[in-house]
């Protein structure tokens, strides 16, 4: 299974991105998934998570401003941020609670995308 992240970019403050999240590979069914992002020197921050049915729930420091979305016929995850402001400058990460059928088993796993920079300046 391989998460695929992408989107990221410089914007000025009050600009808007959206970021993808597409997984492939031997997947059965997607549970939840959930963006992170890590600021330079900073902790890793759950920023939002979506249930398999369609379900978000945010951080607080982005409540109104982000909004989570999936397409589970795509299995791509979306994260559109509008009203970008400086702090949220950050590596964002796409994470995923995976079942897959392997070798007649089952199998749960939870998988990571590799990072996009997102830069919020002037």
């Known amino acids: 299974v391989q998460l695929q992240a992408s989107g990221g970019g410089l914007v000025q403050p009050g600009g808007s991105l959206r970021l993808s999240c597409v997984a492939s590979g031997s997947i059965s069914r997607i549970d939840d998934m959930r963006w992170y992002r890590q600021a330079p020197g900073k902790q890793r921050e759950l920023v939002a998570t979506i249930s398999s049915g369609g379900n978000p729930n945010y951080a607080d420091s982005v409540k109104g401003r982000f909004f989570i979305a999936r397409d589970n016929s795509k299995k791509t995850m979306y994260l559109q941020m509008n009203s970008l402001k400086p702090e949220d400058t950050a590596v964002y990460s796409c994470?995923?609670?995976?079942?897959?059928?392997?070798?007649?088993?089952?199998?749960?796993?939870?998988?990571w995308g590799q990072g996009t920079l997102v830069t919020v300046s002037s």
């Open positions: 994470n995923a609670d995976v079942l897959s059928l392997i070798n007649a088993e089952w199998v749960a796993g939870k998988y």
